[in-house]
């Protein structure tokens, strides 16, 4: 979810155990969302995409749901990695060309 | 395929000096190019974007200015560095503005 002040939210998960990652948006204008992932010192990684007239999306071991009626996206991880460990992060485009981008979720994998 | 190139990748530099960082993007032609910072455990903040040479919007007021010289370079200066421009600078492209935007690895900037 969405995080306050300079501590994200952390997801702590077993190896093998599926992940599910939430988003809170602002705007009910937005019409496209991103999932993304960042890896320690490098920049954001596109994982997923969906847009508006659509509430579920599948990727390769992802799926991304959104519910516009409470302005909610999540980000579903299965089987989840070690290579999974990372800060993901959804972005709303509900202005133009600009992402907002939220706070970020750290995701642990222990294995 | 497309990329995207930042340089340098660390960087550190004393308040006061100029600063100047570079963004490149190959294999495509007239993409949205933008400038981001990011704060330490913090989401990415939108400085700049441009949807073509010479065009160039800001999103915040700041220290910092952006240009646009060529289809696919984007460049991010400053006058005088202050201690509070410190942080991680991203530098992203995107076909148009309801598609994903493509990250570079980004520069951490320090200022002494």
């Known amino acids: 979810g969405e995080s306050v002040g300079l501590h994200l939210p952390t997801l702590s998960v077993q190896e093998g155990d599926n992940s599910i990652i939430n988003c809170a948006y602002s705007n009910s204008a937005s019409d496209y969302f991103i999932w993304y992932k960042q890896e320690s010192g490098k920049g954001p990684q596109f994982i997923i995409d969906?847009?508006?007239?659509?509430d579920k999306r599948q990727g390769q071991r992802v799926t991304v749901l959104l519910n516009k009626t409470v302005k909610h996206l999540s980000l579903q991880i299965a089987a989840t990695q070690p290579g999974d460990s990372a800060v993901y992060f959804c972005?709303?485009?509900?202005?133009?060309?600009?992402?907002?981008f939220g706070a970020g979720t750290i995701l642990r994998v222990k294995s | 395929s497309q990329t995207i190139h930042q340089w340098p990748a660390t960087l550190v530099q004393p308040v006061g000096s100029p600063l100047s960082l570079e963004c490149t993007v190959e294999?495509?032609?007239?993409?949205?190019l933008y400038w981001y910072r990011q704060a330490a455990g913090r989401g990415l903040q939108l400085l700049f974007y441009s949807v073509g040479i010479g065009q160039i919007s800001s999103e915040v007021p700041q220290n910092l200015s952006a240009s646009r010289p060529q289809d696919r370079q984007f460049i991010l200066s400053s006058k005088k560095l202050l201690l509070s421009d410190s942080g991680f600078y991203l530098c992203?492209?995107?076909?148009?503005?309801?598609?994903?935007?493509?990250f570079g690895d980004g520069t951490r900037l320090s200022i002494l």
């Open positions: 972005a709303e485009n509900g202005y133009g060309n600009k992402l907002v």
């Open positions: 992203a492209w995107s076909v148009r503005g309801n598609q994903p935007q493509h």
């Open positions: 969906i847009r508006s007239n659509m």
């Open positions: 294999g495509t032609s007239n993409p949205n």
